[in-house]
């Protein structure tokens, strides 16, 4: 429908500034184009002004040449606007799809250093006639070299996408698939840690590793409701990393109980566990439950050091359901504000005489160390 009257021209006007503004606003890179299109979009809101004081008025010959002045200045900005808003999204695509290709390096690194660990479980639960951890650890154990060459693969797939054209990606569902990568890498991270024997924390790696593999393991599983995502980061998915997130769910929580039956042998021998990473707390939580454990009266309970008490918090759920009582607390639980911490100089009293209930849900039938 054609423009005819001067309220008509005005309200295109005020449009036009602002589609200008609008792509403005994402280009930082060329100063002199930021500033003719300020001026050009200055300069329709002011016209959008002057014909909003005509209102009804039939638009003349002078303000139809004016009109289209302003229309072909627009369409010239735009095209230089468009170009390097091209150019700027094409750097946003490469920038997220070298992230894939960082992740998967991550991922594929995780997996090989796991290998050897699954590798070695697997022999002691041969020698041990564990059948049942066997088919656990099956899956991973045959086929980790595969799984890690295939994730190798995807980098080097990736790249070549890199090289040839970013064309047709969805920026946000590769940084979804980045995300799951770095879930999952960060897993494979805490797991290793757990199966390692060295180093000490406060809480539970394994479980931690575990966590976060499962998370992956669902973002995985809906790659294909993802649109704008290279064909072969979705085959890729489904080949291995689904398979990995599967495996690790499987067997990786088998292992860490095996780990734990370990350290219920090292505590008979040596008076403390082989592994921390395996048990809750990891050692902060085992040199505390010990003093517990030895105390005589509630008074002999030392105040539980922060990251204990953070970590009682943290699990606060499950000890009150397995002690049907509620941890002694300070502070304000209020909807959503919860500043809420643990009352320490109550502590030993509550935790006193439900030691042996708390003692068996983190270390089961576990006996206390040698002190």
């Not at 002011?46 to 627009?74: C, F, Q």
């Not at 991922?107 to 070695?120: C, F, G, K, S, Y």
């Not at 049942?132 to 980790?144: C, M, P, R």
């Not at 995502?229 to 489904?238: D, I, K, R, S, V």
Request: with cysteine; hydrophobic share 40%; aromatic share 8%.
């Amino acid at each position: 429908m054609p423009l005819m009257y001067a309220v008509q021209l005005a309200a295109y006007f005020r449009m036009g500034a602002a589609n200008v503004s609008g792509k403005l606003s994402s280009i930082k890179s060329d100063k002199d184009l930021s500033i003719r299109g300020a001026d050009y979009a200055d300069e329709l809101t002011s016209w959008a002004a002057y014909y909003d004081t005509l209102k009804t008025t039939p638009l003349t010959k002078e303000d139809v040449k004016r009109a289209n002045m302003l229309i072909d200045i627009g369409v010239g900005l735009h095209g230089e606007m468009d170009k390097i808003l091209k150019a700027q999204a094409d750097v946003r695509d490469r920038d997220a799809l070298w992230r894939v290709v960082e992740q998967a390096k991550h991922v594929a690194a995780e997996t090989e250093r796991l290998a050897p660990m699954v590798a070695d479980t697997a022999r002691a639960a041969f020698k041990a006639g564990d059948e049942s951890l066997l088919a656990d650890t099956a899956d991973f154990v045959g086929n980790v070299t595969d799984i890690g060459l295939g994730i190798h693969e995807l980098a080097k797939q990736t790249t070549d996408f890199i090289i040839k054209s970013t064309t047709g990606i969805v920026v946000e569902s590769v940084n979804k698939y980045t995300e799951a990568l770095g879930k999952l890498n960060k897993g494979l991270a805490a797991i290793n840690l757990a199966l390692s024997v060295t180093g000490e924390k406060g809480k539970t790696e394994l479980d931690e590793g575990l966590r976060l593999v499962g998370i992956s393991a669902g973002a995985f599983s809906s790659i294909g409701t993802l649109v704008g995502l290279p064909a072969h980061m979705g085959l890729y998915a489904n080949l291995y990393l689904v398979p990995l997130t599967k495996a690790c769910i499987a067997g990786i929580q088998r292992i860490g109980e095996y780990v734990h039956l370990q350290n219920k042998s090292w505590v008979e021998f040596t008076g403390e566990p082989g592994n921390y990473y395996v048990e809750p707390g990891g050692k902060p939580m085992w040199d505390y439950m010990q003093h517990v454990m030895k105390a005589s009266t509630a008074g002999e309970v030392p105040v539980p050091p922060t990251a204990i008490a953070d970590y009682f918090m943290d699990h606060e759920g499950a000890f009150e359901a397995g002690t049907k009582s509620d941890i002694p607390t300070t502070g304000t639980d209020f909807w959503v504000y919860d500043n809420r911490s643990v009352a320490r100089s109550d502590f030993g009293k509550w935790i006193f005489p439900r030691r042996g209930q708390i003692w068996a849900m983190l270390y089961g039938s576990m006996k206390t160390g040698k002190r």
